[in-house]
T-cell receptor, first 112, second 113 residues
Framework: GEDVEQSLFLSVREGDSSVINCTYTDSSSTYLYWYKQEPGAGLQLLTYIFSNMDMKQDQRLTVLLNKKDKHLSLRIADTQTGDSAIYFCAERGSNSGYALNFGKGTSLLVTP | DAGVIQSPRHEVTEMGQEVTLRCKPISGHNSLFWYRQTMMRGLELLIYFNNNVPIDDSGMPEDRFSAKMPNASFSTLKIQPSEPRDSAVYFC???????????FGQGTRLTVV
């Protein structure tokens, strides 16, 4: 199947910005998503971007999409300890049958 | 709405036993997805249904796994017989229209000993 790749770990200090990167291979991807998973919980949608956009901002979250390079990033401004979680990048396109295809997740640790 | 409801939250069973995981999607949603999460493989799509019909089951690992959706408000994922390598967290998700968000349940943590 199509691949979605993310780095596995990221550690930042409280108050700094976090940038989580993701690459994907499905050129038919129409929507790209960022989900957050806290310990023992399900996945919660943080934000998504349509493939004809290159940037979306939502409060502390900024999503950048480089469709040519198939690269997606999530920037969290003023990262807080409550942002510590696993962040999943996901794409949806015709090659995945319109189901979501997830990366393995990036564990974000925010230290005081 | 209470969201996607999965049961049980935790299941411990012995190898060889049958395991049934249950999911109640959000009312009015017409797509339902079963995912499996492990440390090694991340989140894998097992199967998804649209209007109660299985659309893609290519992610189901082997014949020991089966899924049903007898009506719009209920789905099951069955493993028979279970094996230790089936130990994982199994998530159910549902979605309304195609261009909308998929909502996830809290997951069922399955341990096969």
């Amino acid at each position: 199947g199509e691949d979605v790749e993310q780095s596995l770990f990221l550690s930042v200090r409280e108050g700094d910005s976090s940038v989580i990167n993701c690459t994907y291979t499905d050129s038919s991807s129409t929507y790209l998503y960022w989900y957050k998973q806290e310990p023992g919980a399900g996945l919660q949608l943080l934000t998504y971007i349509f493939s004809n956009m290159d940037m979306k901002q939502d409060q502390r979250l900024t999503v950048l999409l480089n469709k040519k390079d198939k690269h997606l990033s999530l920037r969290i401004a003023d990262t807080q300890t409550g942002d510590s979680a696993i962040y999943f990048c996901a794409e949806r396109g015709s090659n995945s049958g319109y189901a979501l295809n997830f990366g393995k997740g990036t564990s974000l640790l925010v230290t005081p | 709405d209470a969201g996607v409801i999965q049961s049980p939250r935790h299941e411990v069973t012995e190898m060889g036993q049958e395991v049934t995981l249950r999911c109640k999607p959000i009312s009015g949603h017409n797509s339902l997805f079963w995912y499996r999460q492990t440390m090694m493989r991340g989140l894998e799509l097992l199967i998804y249904f649209n209007n109660n019909v299985p659309i893609d089951d290519s992610g189901m690992p082997e014949d020991r796994f089966s899924a049903k959706m007898p009506n719009a408000s209920f789905s099951t994922l069955k493993i028979q017989p279970s094996e230790p390598r089936d130990s994982a967290v199994y998530f159910c998700a549902s979605r309304g229209a195609v261009n909308t968000e998929a909502f996830f349940g809290q997951g069922t943590r399955l341990t096969v000993v």
